[in-house]
T-cell receptor, first 112, second 115 residues
Framework: KNQVEQSPQSLIILEGKNCTLQ??????????LRWYKQDTGRGPVSLTI?????NTKSNGRYTATLDADTKQSSLHITASQLSDSASYIC???????????FGRGTSLIVHP | KAGVTQTPRYLIKTRGQQVTLSCSPI?????VSWYQQTPGQGLQFLFE???????NKGNFPGRFSGRQFSNSRSEMNVSTLELGDSALYLC??????????????FGEGSRLTVL
C-alpha cells in the first residue's frame, strides 16, 4: 500500500531557531516529492519539488532533501519566523499518473 | 493571474441532503482534482478530471461524484450526506501536458458541516 509518514506530528520552536521535518514514503512507482505549506483555513501552497535524481532543493529559508534509496525526505527551515507557523505536508506523486499520496502533516508553531 | 476559486467557502447541511461544490481552475490549467481533508485522515484524493472525463479516482463511495465542463470548471457532488462527510473539500488544478510537473495549485476550500 502506498503510504507517506511524517514526523513529528507537531513541533513548537522559538522564533529564529532552525527545525527539520521528516517524511518517509513507500509510494511506487515514484514520480516526485513535494512539500506544501498550509496556513490555517487556507489551501496548501507548494514549497519545493524533487524528482528521483535530485538530492537537495532550496526555496529561500526552506531546504528539502531527498534520499530515493531509503525513501526519505526532510524539510529544513532556517531562522524561523512567526509566519512559518503552519502545517507542512509531504506529498508523493505516483509515476505515470501524478496521483498524489499525502502525509498527515507536521503542525509547526513558532513562538516569539 | 487569478488562482483557483472555490464556492461556496462554507456551508451547513443535514444528514441525507446532497451538496454541490464548484471549482474554477487557473486559466490555462486543464486538469482539476478534488480532495477531502479531515483532522483524522488528512488529505485524501477523491478524483481527477481532464477533458471532461474522469481520469483517476480515489477510494471513496459512489455518493461522491464530479464532472468537468468544457471550460475546465468542475463541480463535485455528495449525495445522501453522512456526519462523516464533514470536512474541508479542496480543489486543485494543474497544467496537464507540456510543462506539467504535476504541481497542484489549490483553492481555499469549501468547509462542509453535516448536522
Amino acid at each position: 500500500k502506498n503510504q507517506v509518514e511524517q514526523s513529528p506530528q507537531s513541533l513548537i520552536i522559538l522564533e529564529g531557531k532552525n527545525c527539520t521535518l521528516q517524511c518517509n514514503y513507500t509510494v511506487s512507482p515514484f514520480s516526485n516529492l513535494r512539500w506544501y505549506k498550509q496556513d490555517t483555513g487556507r489551501g496548501p501552497v507548494s514549497l519545493t519539488i524533487m524528482t528521483f535524481s535530485e538530492n537537495t532543493k532550496s526555496n529561500g529559508r526552506y531546504t528539502a532533501t531527498l534520499d530515493a534509496d531509503t525513501k526519505q525526505s526532510s524539510l529544513h527551515i532556517t531562522a524561523s519566523q512567526l509566519s512559518d507557523s503552519a502545517s507542512y505536508i509531504c506529498v508523493v506523486a505516483l509515476g505515470g499518473s501524478y496521483i498524489p499520496t499525502f502525509g498527515r502533516g507536521t503542525s509547526l508553531i513558532v513562538h516569539p | 493571474k487569478a488562482g483557483v476559486t472555490q464556492t461556496p467557502r462554507y456551508l451547513i447541511k443535514t444528514r441525507g441532503q446532497q451538496v454541490t461544490l464548484s471549482c474554477s481552475p487557473i486559466s490555462g490549467h486543464r486538469s482539476v482534482s478534488w480532495y477531502q481533508q479531515t483532522p483524522g485522515q488528512g488529505l485524501q484524493f477523491l478524483f481527477e478530471y481532464f477533458s471532461e472525463t474522469q481520469r483517476n479516482k480515489g477510494n471513496f463511495p459512489g455518493r461522491f461524484s464530479g464532472r468537468q465542463f468544457s471550460n475546465s470548471r468542475s463541480e463535485m457532488n455528495v449525495s445522501t450526506l453522512e456526519l462523516g462527510d464533514s470536512a474541508l473539500y479542496l480543489c486543485a488544478s494543474r497544467i496537464y501536458g507540456t510543462g506539467d510537473t504535476g504541481e497542484l495549485f489549490f483553492g481555499e476550500g469549501s468547509r462542509l458541516t453535516v448536522l
